[in-house]
């Protein structure tokens, strides 16, 4: 059971350019959320999504563009990366009537420089 | 949303009981408490969850004061791998709105 799949691991962009984070979960769960995780800041959400066709913004979504096509994937899109982006990027998923116990994959470490 | 916070460190030392206490005043009816453990360079993983009272599992006990405002994370005999960052999370089941962490404790568990 691969639970949530997060590539790549690791990401070098310059500033300037895109990129497409992915993440799928074979659960079949509704609910699925992009974290970001700085030092000292804990984890602060991006964006978060429901279910299929439904997506909307967290504490910090500016810069990133997320859509929701499939019940299984939740890809998170950086039009133009900056170096305020530089960051671990957690995606978690759970069932909608329990969103709160949240599965998450192994991360994604990106750096922009 | 409700808010929590958390001390930002703790230390202890191996076979102790550990207590970490996350205040969230503002909880509401429907909002269930969970926490995570998380190492380094790996994602959050749910340790317990819990609404009223205590909950206990193989890993931890979860106490809830009757007034719900704070909630208190135990763990048993901690172990030098028991050193990570613990996330207190409170959000209603249903996921209308996104949840939030606050920023955690880290626990540092010396020999």
């Known amino acids: 059971n691969a639970g949530v799949t997060q590539t790549p691991k690791f990401q070098v962009l310059k500033t300037g350019q895109s990129m497409t984070l992915q993440c799928a979960q074979d659960?079949?769960?509704?609910?699925m959320s992009w974290y970001r995780q700085d030092p000292g800041m804990g984890l602060r959400l991006i964006h978060y999504?429901?279910?299929?066709?439904?997506?909307d913004q967290g504490e910090v979504p500016n810069g990133y563009n997320v859509s929701r096509s499939t019940t299984e994937d939740f890809p998170l899109r950086l039009l133009s990366a900056a170096p305020s982006q530089t960051s671990v990027y957690f995606c978690?998923?759970?069932?909608?009537?329990?969103?709160?116990?949240?599965?998450f994959g192994s991360g994604t470490q990106l750096s922009v420089l | 949303l409700a808010k929590t916070t958390q001390p930002i460190s703790m230390d202890s030392y191996e076979g102790q009981e550990v207590n970490i206490t996350c205040s969230h005043n503002?909880?509401?009816?429907?909002?269930?408490i969970t926490w995570y453990q998380q190492f380094p360079s790996q994602g959050p993983r749910f340790i317990i969850q819990?609404?009223?009272t205590k909950v206990t599992n193989e890993v931890a006990s979860l106490f809830i004061p009757a007034d719900r405002k704070s909630s208190t994370l135990s763990l048993p005999r901690v172990s030098l791998s028991d050193t990570a960052v613990y996330y207190c999370?409170?959000?209603?089941?249903?996921?209308?709105?996104?949840?939030?962490f606050g920023k955690g404790t880290h626990l540092i568990i010396q020999p």
């Open positions: 978690a998923s759970s069932t909608r009537d329990r969103a709160e116990k949240l599965f």
């Open positions: 659960m079949n769960h509704e609910y």
């Open positions: 999504s429901v279910g299929a066709g439904i997506t």
């Open positions: 503002n909880i509401a009816t429907n909002d269930y």
């Open positions: 819990g609404y009223k």
């Open positions: 999370l409170v959000g209603e089941g249903g996921g209308a709105d996104g949840l939030t």
